[in-house]
């Protein structure tokens, strides 16, 4: 077993050193000005370095992060998060970029390194205070970006670097940034609905002529047109539906912290989607789960939140959508802090008989009915009533 282990990990030194050195085979100038030391972040768009200057006479050498973007990523994204980076990086605990070097089809953004803690480390046993100092730094954040009128899409923990000892924050990676429709969602609707209406009537007039064509019975004819749609919920799919157009959405973030709005595809997403994942986040630190939704898919993470919240409020959600939900069974949702307050009683619980007496004795930390307020406004089901970045920071909770 000792012998297994230790190849495993010779092979992830080799992966690592070829990474490395394929950054700098990909752009020479790398090799001119850093000495990159290792890997410490990978996503699906783009790998992190650790680097520091070559040049640099000072004892302590700034330590930087080089994000190499994978070589397909498309012109607009990595334009669009260099400009985000550039107008909104640097104030309010949002990553700025010092360097973007590029050659041929090989880009790297040069930004500061933050030396941060692992979620999993502190969303246990945060006290109070702490939780209050982390929320005002998360909020304040995602208002800035908020004010640029982009939606980050993918606000989440691995995404907000915390300091713990410095109490220092980074929101970071803007990879799935994008500009907030400029329609807001009844003009949107109003397009839709205007558009399929015109399909609709173009597939029955289509309808009509092939009828009038193959059959003689009038009668036939006019009811295919004034016919409506009786094919919901069935194993099949009338003429009209096939005729309609398919309705795209954006579904861009991560599985677990994607708002309602999303996961029922609907195409007018707001600034509102980065305050769901917020609620989120909080929800793991009040509840003192590391990984609150575990959803695989849409369909099971929309059943997750039905849980909680109940089948006739998803339903009444998705109905202001234009959507419909249905259920096998009513459920009526849960208490959201009698949740929390369970599951923190369960975890601690685990860890103690985990680590029997020798285990780190958590705070027992009673937060506040503020807190639970908060966090019931973050995680509205309608977006439209759903709390803003700049109302959330003059809740009571964390104006105090």
Same mark, same amino acid.
């Given at each position: 077993?000792?012998?297994? +282990?230790?190849?495993?990990?010779?092979?992830?030194?080799?992966?690592?050193?070829?990474?490395?050195?394929?950054?700098?085979?990909?752009? =020479?100038?790398?090799?001119?000005?850093?000495?990159? /030391?290792c890997?410490?972040?990978?996503?699906?768009?783009?790998?992190?370095?650790?680097?520091?200057?070559?040049?640099?006479?000072?004892?302590?050498?700034?330590?930087?992060?080089?994000?190499? *973007?994978? =070589?397909?990523?498309? =012109?607009?994204?990595?334009?669009r998060?260099?400009?985000?980076?550039?107008?909104?990086? !640097?104030?309010?605990?949002?990553?700025?970029?010092?360097?973007?070097?590029?050659?041929?089809?090989?880009?790297?953004?040069?930004?500061?390194?933050?030396?941060?803690?692992?979620?999993?480390?502190?969303?246990?046993?945060?006290?109070?205070?702490?939780?209050?100092?982390?929320?005002?730094?998360?909020?304040?954040?995602?208002?800035?970006?908020?004010?640029?009128?982009?939606? /980050?899409?993918?606000?989440? =923990?691995?995404?907000?670097?915390?300091?713990? %000892?410095?109490?220092?924050?980074?929101?970071?990676?803007?990879?799935?940034?994008?500009?907030?429709?400029?329609?807001?969602?009844?003009?949107?609707?109003?397009?839709i609905?205007?558009?399929?209406?015109?399909?609709?009537?173009?597939?029955?007039?289509?309808?009509?002529?092939? +009828?009038?064509?193959?059959?003689?019975?009038?009668?036939? %004819?006019?009811?295919?047109?004034?016919?409506?749609?009786y094919?919901? !919920?069935?194993?099949?799919?009338?003429?009209?539906?096939?005729?309609?157009?398919?309705?795209?959405?954006?579904?861009?973030?991560?599985p677990?912290?994607?708002?309602?709005?999303?996961?029922?595809?609907?195409?007018?997403?707001?600034?509102?989607?980065?305050?769901?994942?917020c609620?989120?986040?909080?929800?793991?630190?009040?509840?003192?789960?590391?990984?609150?939704?575990?959803?695989?898919?849409d369909?099971?993470?929309?059943?997750?939140?039905?849980?909680?919240? !109940?089948?006739?409020?998803?339903?009444?959600?998705?109905?202001?959508?234009?959507?419909?939900?249905?259920?096998?069974?009513?459920?009526?949702?849960?208490?959201?802090?009698?949740?929390?307050?369970?599951?923190?009683?369960?975890?601690?619980?685990?860890?103690?008989?985990?680590? +029997?007496?020798?285990?780190?004795?958590?705070?027992?930390?009673?937060?506040?009915?503020?807190?639970?307020? *908060?966090?019931?406004?973050?995680?509205?089901?309608?977006?439209?009533?759903?709390?803003?970045?700049?109302?959330?920071?003059?809740?009571?909770? *964390?104006s105090?």
């Amino acid at each position: 077993m000792e012998s297994n +282990n230790l190849s495993r990990n010779d092979e992830t030194d080799n992966d690592a050193k070829d990474s490395c050195a394929n950054l700098k085979k990909s752009i =020479p100038l790398i090799n001119e000005l850093f000495h990159v /030391h290792c890997k410490i972040g990978k996503g699906t768009f783009s790998s992190v370095y650790l680097a520091t200057l070559k040049s640099s006479n000072s004892p302590v050498h700034k330590k930087y992060a080089l994000k190499h *973007l994978i =070589p397909t990523c498309h =012109p607009d994204r990595i334009e669009r998060e260099l400009q985000c980076l550039q107008q909104m990086g !640097g104030k309010d605990h949002i990553v700025g970029v010092e360097l973007c070097l590029r050659n041929q089809g090989s880009i790297v953004f040069v930004m500061p390194y933050m030396r941060h803690d692992k979620f999993s480390e502190y969303v246990k046993d945060m006290t109070v205070e702490e939780l209050k100092d982390y929320m005002r730094a998360l909020l304040s954040a995602v208002r800035r970006v908020h004010q640029f009128n982009i939606i /980050h899409r993918d606000v989440k =923990p691995s995404n907000f670097l915390y300091d713990r %000892t410095n109490k220092k924050y980074l929101l970071v990676d803007f990879g799935l940034a994008q500009q907030c429709s400029e329609y807001n969602a009844e003009n949107l609707e109003t397009m839709i609905g205007i558009n399929e209406r015109k399909t609709e009537i173009q597939s029955m007039k289509r309808k009509r002529s092939e +009828n009038l064509s193959f059959q003689s019975n009038s009668n036939i %004819t006019r009811n295919n047109v004034d016919s409506k749609c009786y094919c919901f !919920g069935k194993p099949k799919v009338c003429v009209l539906c096939l005729t309609k157009p398919s309705q795209t959405a954006p579904r861009a973030g991560t599985p677990g912290f994607r708002a309602p709005e999303v996961l029922l595809k609907y195409p007018s997403q707001t600034l509102a989607i980065d305050i769901w994942a917020c609620g989120v986040m909080m929800l793991c630190i009040l509840s003192g789960t590391q990984v609150f939704f575990r959803s695989p898919d849409d369909c099971t993470a929309l059943a997750e939140i039905t849980t909680i919240f !109940g089948s006739h409020k998803v339903q009444k959600c998705a109905q202001k959508l234009g959507k419909k939900v249905i259920f096998s069974e009513n459920l009526p949702g849960i208490d959201i802090m009698s949740l929390c307050l369970k599951l923190r009683k369960r975890n601690k619980s685990m860890m103690h008989d985990r680590e +029997n007496s020798t285990c780190k004795v958590l705070p027992n930390s009673q937060y506040p009915m503020e807190a639970y307020h *908060l966090l019931r406004k973050l995680l509205d089901l309608d977006y439209k009533t759903r709390i803003t970045a700049d109302q959330a920071l003059s809740h009571p909770f *964390l104006s105090s």
